[in-house]
């Protein structure tokens, strides 16, 4: 997780809109909270975001979920 820490860190560095980590093989979710906070840029993990829109199309209520990110303050209806 260090070395998607720093390359994300990196990546901030440009301030995007966003910045998305695709790939079920890096560990972005469980760092999202902490990115957000740091550099105030949505981070959406690939998992994390199938995870929520499959909650989201059951209508579960995701604001409980902490620790991946902004996303699942947006609960099951999100913006729609």
């Known amino acids: 997780e260090d070395e998607i820490w720093d390359d994300l860190s990196a ?3 440009a301030r995007p809109d966003a ?3 695709m790939c079920t093989n ?3 979710a ?3 909270a902490r990115f957000e906070r740091t550099f105030g840029i949505p981070l959406i ?3 994390s975001a199938f995870l929520w829109g499959a909650l989201r199309a059951a209508a579960v209520d995701t604001t409980p979920i902490e ?3 902004s996303l ?3 609960g099951a209806r999100g913006n729609r």
Do not use: E
């Open 19 to 21: 910045v998305v980590v």
């Open 26 to 28: 890096m560990r972005g």
């Open 67 to 69: 620790g991946w990110g």
């Open 11 to 13: 990546v901030a560095k």
């Open 30 to 32: 469980p760092l999202a």
């Open 45 to 47: 993990d690939s998992v």
């Open 72 to 74: 699942f303050a947006l």
